[in-house]
């Protein structure tokens, strides 16, 4: 397990590392759910993502040559935008991308160290960085391209929705969100257990 995630939860460490494993039903999911039609490419959450991250406890993010003809960078969150329909009756369309947490998630079983994991406590998916050995399975795996190598340090990296900020006891309760979602003006991004049925997550 990762040392900042041993830090950060303490003599809760062992109970909340408990891995998932193919075929198990988890009593609890922490997702997000996106309304595209309300998001308005603002790059917020990006924003937001990348400086909570940097500065917290899973970064540094790395950037390569950022103002060059060539940057490279490690994200955990883009926002992608697309013209649909033909003119003049076409839309815009805001679509961010970043890790679902999925229920069944492809990129675990072909992790080759383990490294790649699915808590049994919350459903966060989550990367093992003393394991990882850079060879981007989970990143072939991952059907919405949500995996990103760290070029500098040479592991595979992801959203980890937050994961310090949402079980952080210092923080007050409304606080305790992804940063992502801290940060959206129009409320497009939401969080919550979606299996929670008066979840915010689970009721849009």
């Known amino acids: ?9 303490g003599g809760k ?16 999911q922490l997702a997000l759910v996106i309304d595209l039609n309300v998001c308005v490419g603002c790059h917020a959450c990006v924003t937001s993502c990348k400086e909570w991250n940097t500065s917290g406890t899973a970064g540094p993010l790395v950037d390569e ?4 003809a060539n940057p490279t960078g490690t994200f955990f969150n ?18 961010p991308k970043s890790c679902l947490h999925c229920e069944d998630p492809p ?26 050995i850079g060879c981007k399975y989970c990143a072939w795996a991952c059907p919405y391209g949500a995996r990103e190598l760290d070029e500098e ?19 007050a309760p409304e606080d305790r969100k992804p940063a992502c979602v801290k940060a959206c003006p129009t409320g497009a991004r939401l969080f919550g257990d979606v299996k929670d049925p008066d979840s915010v997550a689970a009721t849009r």
């Open 1 to 9: 397990m990762m040392g900042w995630l041993k830090d950060l939860l």
């Open 13 to 28: 460490a062992h109970e909340d590392s408990a891995r998932w494993e193919p075929g198990d039903t988890l009593a609890k």
């Open 65 to 68: 040559n950022a103002y060059g």
């Open 78 to 95: 883009r926002v992608q935008t697309y013209e649909a329909g033909i003119f003049p009756g076409t839309d815009t369309i805001h679509f």
């Open 107 to 132: 990129c675990v079983p072909v992790c080759p160290t383990g490294a790649s994991y699915k808590r049994k406590a919350d459903g966060i998916v989550l990367v093992d960085y003393d394991k990882c």
């Open 153 to 171: 340090r040479q592991v595979m990296t992801k959203c980890t929705l937050c994961v310090d900020r949402v079980h952080d006891q210092e923080l």
